[in-house]
C-alpha cells in the first residue's frame, strides 16, 4: 500500500516517537479483542499529525501506548531513541476530559506540572502565570475549575501539558466535548501556538474539518482491528485559518479523507 | 425541584430564619398539646416542668457526670472508629484481596443492630468504659470504613492519568491527587460516624455503665421521671445537630471546589 510506504519512509528529519509493528490485545469478559494490529509510525520533530477514524478504531488506546499509559501486546515505541515503557514528562498529554485537579486553582493546576519539573515556590508562580497568558487565561488564575466553561478547562489543561516542557503533545479528542463555537476558536489558538514553537503533535479526532485544518499528516484508521488506513499529506500551507475550509483544497481533502471514513464506518456497522 | 406555585413563592419570600422560629413554634405548639391531652401527658410533662428538671438532675449531682461520661465514651470511640476506618478503607481500595475478604463483613455487620451484640461484648470485655467504648468504635469504623472506600475507589481514573503523564510518583500521586480527592468523603465519613456514635450511645450504656445519659435514660425509666427523661432526649438531639453543624461548616469550607454538593 502507498500509504505504508510512505510511512516507514526514511527522511532526513529527526524522529520524535518512533511506533514500530504494534499490537495490542484486550482480554474482556466475550474473549479477546485486537484493538490494533501491525501499527507502525514515525512521529518527526515539529510535525502536526492528525488521526481520524471510527469510534473502536483504536486511535485512543495508540495514544495511551505512545503515552505509557498502557503497553503494547506486541512491538515497542520509542520517543527520542529510547523504549517506552511508562509515562514520560517528555510525552504530555491533553485529555477530552480537560483532567483538572479541582481542588486546585487553576494557577496551582499549571504549578502542578512545574513542581513535578522541579520548579519551586516563586519561580513555578511566575511561570505559571506565563503559560496562562500564552492561553489568555492569567485573569482566571486564581480561579476554581468548577468556575470555568468548557472551553477555559481545555485551555488550562493545554497550559499545564506546556508546562510540563514535554517534546512531544499528545492530544486525545481534546475538543471532543466542546460546541462547535468553541471548538473552532481553540482550533484557531492551537494553530497559532503550534505555528509560533512548532510543538510535535499528535492529534486524536473525528472531526476530519479539524484534522485538516491542523495536521501536516492525518493517518487514517480502520477499525477491527485498529491500523493504519492511509496517510494523507495536507499539503495546505501554514498559517491557516478558518477560511482556509473554503478553499477548494480543503474541500478536495475533505472529500477524500471523510469518503475513506465513512467507508470505514460502514464496516463496523455491519 | 418543587413546583412554582403561589406557595412556593410565599415560602420563598420567607427569610430561611422566620422559618427556623416558625418551626421551633410549631414543635412546641405539639409539645403542648401532647402534654394536656391525658393519654400522652405522662410521657410528655409540659416545658416548665422539663427545664425545672435540670435543677433536679444538677442538685442530684448527675448532669455534668452523665455528660462527661457519655462525651468521653462517644469521643473515644468515634476517634478510634476513625483511626481504624482510614487505612482499613484504603487497604481496601487498594488491594483487592483485602476487599474482597473484608467488605462483605462489613456489610454483614453493619446491619445488625449493635444492642444485639452489646451482650457479647460484655462477656469478652467486661463491664465499665471499655465496653462503652468498643460498642461505639465498632459502629463508627463499619460506617466511616464504607464511605471512605466508597470515596478512594471512586477516585476519577484520569486524574491520576494526568498527574502520572506529568511525572508524579506514587507517592505524589497518594498526597497530592488521591487525598484531596478522597477529602469529600473523608468529611462525611467524620459526619455520618459522629451521628453514628451518638445513636449507638444508648446501646454502649447498657453494658452496665454507672454514668451516662444513656445509662441515665434507662434508669430513669424504672422510676417512670418523665421529665428528666425528655430532658436528656434533647440534650442528645441538641449535642448531635450542633456536631452536624460544625462538621458541616467545615466540610463546606475544605471542599467548596466540589462541583456538586453534598447529599
Same mark, same amino acid.
Given at each position: ?47 502536526? +499529525? ?19 499509559? #498502557? ?9 527520542? =531513541? ?9 510525552? =504530555? ?9 479541582? %481542588? ?37 488564575? &486564581?480561579?476554581?475549575? /468548577? ?26 479528542? !481534546?475538543?471532543?466535548?466542546? &460546541? ?5 476558536? #481553540? ?29 501536516? $499528516? ?15 499529506? +495536507?499539503?495546505?500551507?501554514? !498559517? ?13 481533502? /475533505?472529500?477524500?479523507? %471523510? ?12 | ?47 416548665? /416542668? ?21 462525651? +468521653? ?20 481500595? %487498594?488491594? /483487592? ?7 462483605? %463483613? ?8 449493635? #444492642? ?12 465499665? $468504659? ?20 466508597? =470515596? ?11 498527574? $502520572? ?50 445509662? $441515665? ?12 427523661? #425528655? ?8 449535642? =448531635? ?23
Amino acid at each position: 500500500m502507498a500509504g505504508e510506504a510512505r510511512n516507514l519512509k526514511n527522511t532526513n528529519e529527526h524522529v520524535r516517537v518512533r511506533i514500530d509493528n504494534v499490537r495490542k490485545v484486550f482480554n474482556g469478559r466475550n474473549g479477546e479483542m485486537v484493538a490494533l494490529n501491525g501499527v507502525s509510525l514515525d512521529i518527526h520533530d515539529n510535525e502536526f +499529525i492528525c488521526v481520524v477514524g471510527p469510534s473502536g478504531c483504536g486511535k485512543s488506546t495508540l495514544l495511551n501506548i505512545i503515552a505509557g499509559l #498502557l503497553e503494547p501486546t506486541e512491538g515497542k515505541v520509542y520517543c527520542d =531513541g529510547k523504549e517506552v515503557t511508562g509515562t514520560g514528562t517528555e510525552r =504530555g498529554v491533553v485529555f477530552q476530559q480537560y483532567a483538572l485537579f479541582p %481542588w486546585l486553582t487553576v494557577k496551582k493546576n499549571v504549578m502542578f506540572a512545574l513542581e513535578m519539573r522541579g520548579v519551586k515556590g516563586k519561580q513555578a508562580e511566575q511561570e505559571a502565570m506565563k503559560y496562562l497568558e500564552m492561553v489568555d487565561l492569567a485573569k482566571f488564575a &486564581d480561579h476554581y475549575p /468548577k468556575e470555568l466553561s468548557g472551553g477555559m478547562k481545555q485551555r488550562v489543561a493545554i497550559a499545564r501539558a506546556y508546562a510540563a516542557e514535554p517534546s512531544v503533545l499528545l492530544m486525545d479528542e !481534546p475538543f471532543g466535548a466542546l &460546541d462547535a463555537q468553541t471548538r473552532t476558536q #481553540l482550533q484557531t489558538e492551537l494553530l497559532e501556538t503550534w505555528e509560533r514553537d512548532k510543538k510535535t503533535c499528535f492529534f486524536i479526532t473525528h472531526d476530519v474539518d479539524e484534522a485538516i485544518i491542523l495536521a501536516q $499528516r492525518v493517518i487514517i484508521m480502520s477499525a477491527r482491528p485498529g491500523r493504519i488506513k492511509e496517510i494523507v499529506d +495536507i499539503d495546505i500551507p501554514y !498559517p491557516r485559518t478558518q477560511e482556509t475550509k473554503l478553499t477548494p483544497e480543503f474541500n478536495a481533502l /475533505k472529500n477524500r479523507i %471523510w469518503s475513506q471514513v465513512y467507508q470505514e464506518y460502514l464496516e463496523v456497522r455491519k | 425541584m418543587e413546583k412554582k406555585t403561589k406557595q412556593g413563592s410565599l415560602a420563598d419570600r420567607i427569610p430561611a430564619k422566620v422559618w427556623v422560629l416558625l418551626s421551633f413554634l410549631a414543635a412546641m405548639l405539639l409539645w403542648w398539646i401532647l402534654s394536656i391531652i391525658p393519654a400522652t401527658s405522662r410521657a410528655f410533662p409540659n416545658v416548665v /416542668k422539663v427545664l425545672a428538671s435540670i435543677k433536679t438532675m444538677i442538685s442530684r449531682g448527675v448532669l455534668w457526670k452523665d455528660l462527661s461520661s457519655s462525651l +468521653i465514651s462517644v469521643v473515644s470511640g468515634y476517634v478510634l472508629g476513625f483511626v481504624i476506618a482510614l487505612p482499613v478503607a484504603i487497604l481496601m481500595a %487498594w488491594y /483487592k484481596p483485602v476487599r474482597y475478604i473484608i467488605e462483605p %463483613w462489613i456489610q454483614f455487620i453493619r446491619n445488625i443492630p449493635p #444492642l444485639a451484640y452489646v451482650p457479647l461484648i460484655v462477656i469478652a470485655a467486661g463491664v465499665g $468504659r471499655r465496653p462503652q467504648i468498643i460498642v461505639i468504635t465498632i459502629a463508627c469504623f463499619l460506617i466511616m470504613c464504607v464511605t471512605i472506600y466508597q =470515596g478512594v475507589i471512586n477516585v476519577d481514573e484520569t486524574l491520576i492519568k494526568a498527574a $502520572r503523564v506529568l511525572g508524579a510518583t506514587d507517592k505524589d500521586i497518594f498526597i497530592r491527587v488521591i487525598a484531596p480527592a478522597t477529602l469529600p468523603f473523608i468529611l462525611t465519613a467524620i459526619r455520618l460516624g459522629a451521628s453514628v456514635a451518638l445513636t449507638t450511645l444508648i446501646a454502649a450504656e447498657s453494658t452496665g455503665a454507672n454514668a451516662g445519659l444513656g445509662m $441515665r435514660i434507662r434508669s430513669l425509666n424504672n422510676s417512670f421521671e418523665s421529665a428528666p427523661m #425528655l430532658l436528656y432526649i434533647i440534650i442528645i438531639g441538641i449535642l =448531635g445537630i450542633t456536631i452536624e453543624k460544625l462538621i458541616k461548616t467545615a466540610e463546606r469550607r475544605l471542599t467548596s471546589w466540589q462541583e456538586k454538593r453534598e447529599i
